[in-house]
Nanobody, 121 residues
Framework: QVRLVESGGGLVQPGGSLRLSCAAS????????MGWYRQAPGKQLHLVAN???????NYIDSVKGRFTISRDNAKNTGYLQMNSLKPEDTAVYYC???????????????WGQGTQVTVSS
């Protein structure tokens, strides 16, 4: 049984930093692309950043230069380092694993339970 557990969320002042972690179990982490998504109140879920099994990264424009996505396959864990946080970054953040092209079918698609990030003074 595949399980993803996010941690590291919380309340932080504008300009502060948080590091989110996504610990995976029950599967072979290195075979997946990993993404971080977020959903703000009243808004749709959308991708924030992703990292492929080959360590290629992508970010939405609003977090470029502030957020860094990374992974440690030996620890079956992915990360999202968030710096210079803004109130508009407030959301529930979700970790996603999806089978990486050429390694695992895309139907292997898993989500964590989410972690709340609140940026407020």
């Amino acid at each position: 049984q595949v399980r993803l557990v996010e941690s590291g969320g919380g309340l932080v002042q504008p300009g502060g930093s948080l590091r989110l972690s996504c610990a995976a179990s029950g599967t072979i982490f290195r075979l997946y692309d990993m993404g971080w998504y977020r959903q703000a109140p009243g808004k749709q879920l959308h991708l924030v950043a992703n990292i492929t099994s080959g360590d290629n990264t992508n970010y939405i424009d609003s977090v470029k230069g502030r957020f860094t996505i990374s992974r440690d396959n030996a620890k079956n864990t992915g990360y999202l380092q968030m710096n210079s946080l803004k109130p508009e970054d407030t959301a529930v953040y979700y970790c996603n694993l999806i089978g990486s092209s050429g390694r695992l079918p895309r139907r292997y698609n898993y989500w964590g339970q989410g972690t709340q990030v609140t940026v407020s003074s």
